[in-house]
């Protein structure tokens, strides 16, 4: 595989997700409102109407597939163009890339982003500072379900490549 070709793929990958994320939470925050903490949704809920925000939801479970399917795509067409032509390849591509976004994700996004700009705060939860700067929340969301979502994406990545790579 081209290490150059990955590290671009990296920076694209990052972009794409950040706006992913971005765009709808200045939209509308309350879209991903599963991911903040349960302080702030508690909050958030006495003055508007609940919506479901379990991890085993059926909202959640259906935001989550879905993600899951968009980075699959995402991440086979990045490791078949990186030069991958195994199952192995493919996996290990898609486990870099995830880890680094990973990362990307909740020491920049949820660290500084989310916990520092009252654009993406949730309606009557602005001044909720301390909840906002929970490190521990989203340290604990990347290690779980963070790493379940790793293993099914690199083992969907590992698979798609090895049919491709198998058939042409």
């Known amino acids: ?10 920076i694209i990958f990052i ?5 992913l994320v971005i765009i709808p939470a200045i939209k509308n925050p309350a879209v991903g409102i599963h991911n ?3 302080e702030i949704q508690e909050e958030y809920f006495k003055t508007h109407k609940r919506i479901e925000t379990s991890p085993l939801s059926a909202r959640t479970i259906i935001i989550k597939s ?8 995402i991440l086979s067409a990045g490791a078949i163009f990186a030069g991958a032509d195994s ?4 996996f290990v591509f898609a486990g870099v890339l995830f880890l680094i976004v990973g990362a990307w994700d909740t020491f920049f996004i949820d660290w500084v982003l989310f916990a520092n700009l009252k654009i993406f705060r949730l309606e009557g939860t602005e001044n909720m500072d301390k909840e ?7 340290v604990k969301g990347m290690i779980f379900p963070g790493s379940l979502f790793l293993v099914i994406i690199s083992s969907l990545t590992g698979l798609i490549v090895m049919v491709i ?3 042409f």
């Open 87 to 90: 199952f192995w390849d493919g």
């Open 66 to 73: 879905f993600g899951i399917i968009i980075f699959t795509v």
């Open 165 to 167: 790579k198998s058939n």
């Open 15 to 19: 972009g794409f997700f950040t706006a």
């Open 132 to 138: 906002y700067s929970q490190k521990w929340f989203h």
């Open 36 to 38: 903040y903490p349960p």
């Open 1 to 10: 595989m081209n290490w150059f070709i990955i590290l671009i793929e990296a």
